[in-house]
């Protein structure tokens, strides 16, 4: 566990988080005997928060939201017979040793500089303006109970790191965890300002978020757990079903977030320089509404002037593109046969067959303008686009459209790598994708207070805005939205889990038709193992890395279920592979 707290705020050159800019000041002798000392220092030490979730992205395959996506049953592993990651998170298994090392340094990095904000910023004597120590110690506690909520999540019982000396800590039971989550949620909730959007720095976290997130939490922890209510840390308070309504009817009604005119504008497939050359974009007059747009309540911001590690002047800013989006795009794309996702990926995350079929015979969804705009069907959308079929495996010749990274064309007809080009980003198939990863929005928001109150209010918004009939709520109703609704938007894992139907991954993807190296397949998991046997010893939660298990010298166990016999990776249980 050395590892998790032998970490410093000096020394780290930091990432604004949606500026676009990198902050060059020398800060080698800081230490936490004189820094924070300036607002201006406080301000960077919440952004270097905020830098650790860029850092998360440098390896997409151990990165949470791609880890939840691979994990549900709308995306199969795909990619080529190299891609073990992504087909091993599909199947619950491990692939390497210490998966998902990543994930717990990165978000123990970014729990540490959490915890150091919060011990050291009243250093700072003196703020510009009245709010503004209020602002930034929000952030901090907002962002300290995301990166738990992830890591609880993951792992399931982690240890509970609050302070910055160092220490080897045990895994605390989850309930103290969730406490935790809790009682930062709260402080963010009272610090945070209710400046209404977009009266506040885009891309920053704020009230309105910490409500929603604090949702989520209550939904996963009662769902999960058997629970009622939310426990809070230090105190005998609990947060029950009526507060977390209320918290929600706040952030519906006074954050001036909407709903976008057109759920397909908030992907930049639509934006002004790629949809006038995108048939399906242009033939529905979508118009992207931009990032951090109206809807978005939280969101992960990448920069326009990234590099890889190693290039001279950018040795920390390899995770400030969205390689997420790259691990997604289709393998050997590049040209106007992709158009308009053409720079080239992996093929990893294919669309489910199963969720194609189902929303389209579901008469609920007669009509329902959000299939065809989140999912692509290359068959019909790019037909001459002949992919990679000597490597790519689990392909349905679907993909989701919501986060691919996507060409443009200037006036003369220049076909460029990324419409980020034209915002000032990079004409490149890699550095070029710049997409926000967006981890909060109002339709969730509106979903959630519907099923907590079993009303139809927020499901009927939803479904309005979508061009359709409004329903009677029931459970089933709203389940079905969420899916349709957020798919391929890293929630449907934990919906499953919390709803306790984890059975719907192996009865939606058992048989789906697929081609493995161009041979016609269907999807199977491996004969070896049962998934629901490895789902009940593991209950969804992954192993802890090797290493820390190593480092901790016997004081951090393995989580049940990960022992190597059972959860190793092997192959592809394909006879063509």
Not at 132 to 140: I, M, N
Not at 229 to 247: H, N
Not at 374 to 397: F, H, L, Q, R, W
Request: net charge negative; with cysteine.
């Amino acid at each position: 566990m050395k590892k998790i707290i032998y970490m410093v705020v000096a020394g780290l050159i930091l990432l604004t988080a949606c500026e676009n800019f990198l902050d060059t000041e020398n800060l080698v002798k800081k230490d936490t005997s004189n820094f924070p000392y300036s607002e201006s220092d406080a301000i960077q030490m919440i952004t270097g928060i905020y830098s650790t979730m860029n850092n998360a992205v440098q390896n997409p395959e151990d990165n949470p939201f791609y880890v939840y996506e691979m994990a549900g049953d709308d995306r199969l592993g795909g990619g080529s017979t190299s891609n073990r990651g992504a087909q091993s998170t599909d199947r619950l298994l491990n692939n390497k040793v210490s998966m998902f090392e990543n994930i717990w340094t990165v978000r123990y990095s970014g729990i540490f500089r959490a915890n150091n904000a919060i011990a050291t910023i009243d250093n700072v004597e003196s703020w510009s303006t009245n709010g503004k120590r209020e602002q930034l110690l929000g952030e901090a506690h907002f962002l300290r109970a995301f990166f738990y909520f992830d890591m609880v999540q993951l792992f399931g019982s982690v240890p509970l790191v609050l302070e910055t000396t160092p220490q080897n800590l045990p895994k605390s039971p989850a309930d103290e965890i969730y406490a935790q989550v809790t009682y930062d949620l709260l402080k963010a909730i009272e610090y945070f300002p209710s400046a209404k959007y977009p009266d506040f720095e885009l891309g920053h976290a704020t009230k309105w978020a910490a409500e929603a997130l604090l949702s989520r939490v209550y939904l996963f922890y009662t769902g999960f757990y058997e629970k009622t209510s939310l426990p809070v840390a230090g105190s005998d308070k609990t947060i029950g079903k009526a507060e977390v309504i209320s918290y929600l009817e706040d952030c519906i009604n006074n954050s001036g977030h909407d709903l976008v005119s057109d759920q397909r504008n908030l992907w930049p497939y639509t934006n002004p320089y790629t949809a006038p050359y995108y048939s399906y974009a242009k033939d529905k007059g979508l118009a992207w509404e931009g990032e951090n747009n109206k809807e978005c309540l939280f969101s992960l911001c990448f920069s326009n002037t990234t590099e890889f590690s190693g290039t001279t002047g950018y040795t920390y800013s390899s995770g400030y593109a969205n390689r997420i989006v790259e691990f997604f795009n289709p393998r050997k794309a590049g040209s106007t046969t992709a158009f308009p996702f053409i720079p080239t990926g992996y093929s990893n995350g294919p669309a489910s067959y199963k969720l194609w079929t189902d929303w389209a015979a579901d008469p609920d969804y007669a009509g329902d303008y959000r299939r065809e705009g989140s999912i692509c069907d290359k068959a019909t959308e790019m037909p001459d686009y002949a992919g990679d079929p000597s490597k790519e495996v689990e392909n349905t010749g679907l993909v989701c459209k919501k986060y691919l990274g996507c060409g443009a064309y200037d006036e003369s007809g220049t076909l460029y790598q990324s419409y980020a080009y034209f915002y000032g980003g990079q004409n490149d198939k890699q550095k070029g994708l710049t997409q926000n990863i967006i981890f909060i929005r109002l339709a969730d928001v509106l979903l959630m207070h519907s099923e907590l109150t079993e009303t139809n209010t927020g499901l009927n918004r939803v479904r309005v805005r979508a061009g359709l009939k409004p329903v009677d709520y029931s459970l089933d109703a709203l389940k079905k939205e969420r899916r349709y609704e957020l798919c391929f938007e890293a929630l449907r894992w934990n919906d499953l889990r919390r709803w306790g139907e984890v059975q719907q991954i192996v009865d939606n993807q058992t048989g789906e038709p697929i081609t493995n190296r161009g041979n016609v397949d269907t999807y199977k998991f491996d004969p070896a193992f049962d998934f629901m046997t490895r789902y009940k010893a593991t209950k969804g939660f992954w192993k802890i890395p090797d290493s820390q298990i190593t480092l901790s010298n016997g004081i951090l166990l393995q989580n049940e279920g990960w022992d190597e016999e059972s959860s190793d990776w092997t192959k592809l249980p394909y006879s063509t592979l």
